[in-house]
Each structure stands twice: as structure tokens, then as C-alpha cells.
């Protein structure tokens, strides 16, 4: 059986990455540690996002599965 990635998670990477689309293309167009601090300062949600979703994802992936777990020991 092939675990699905959670759809929380996904929904907010992809929402982030949405928000800092224009200061990543300006970052790799040309990277300067100004243009970082700026894109952090003005994106401070979409990039404590990105930063905490690791974590968010291992803990919805925790959740999936002991929720697998309580049916299959249900079925039983």
C-alpha cells in the first residue's frame, strides 16, 4: 500500500511557494543576503510555513497512521 502525502501539508507548500513566487525568480536572477532579509521580512508567514512544514508533515503522517491502525484493529 502506497501512503499518500497529507493534504494540509501539500495545500500549504503550494500556497506559500504561490506568495513567494516573485521573490524567488528575483533571487535566482540575482541573489543578494538584501533580497533575502526582504523576502523573509515581507513573507514572514509563507516562510515559517515552509520552515515548520517538515514537521507538520511527519505529524500528519503520524496521525494517518495510527488512525490506519484503529480501523484495521476495528475490522478485526
Known amino acids: 500500500m502506497t501512503a499518500k502525502p497529507p493534504a494540509i501539508p501539500m495545500l500549504l507548500l503550494v500556497l506559500s511557494l ?3 513566487k ?3 525568480r ?3 536572477d540575482h541573489f543578494t543576503f538584501t533580497t533575502l532579509f526582504a523576502a ?3 513573507h514572514l508567514l509563507a516562510v515559517t510555513t ?3 512544514l517538515p514537521s507538520l508533515w511527519r505529524l500528519y503522517q503520524r496521525h494517518e497512521s495510527m488512525t490506519e ?3 484495521r484493529d476495528g475490522e478485526t
Do not use: A
Request: net charge neutral; glycine share 0%.
Open 69 to 71: 491502525r484503529q480501523r
Open 50 to 52: 515552509l520552515l515548520l
Open 18 to 20: 504561490i506568495d513567494l
Open 22 to 24: 516573485s521573490e524567488i
Open 26 to 28: 528575483l533571487l535566482l
Open 40 to 42: 523573509v521580512q515581507s
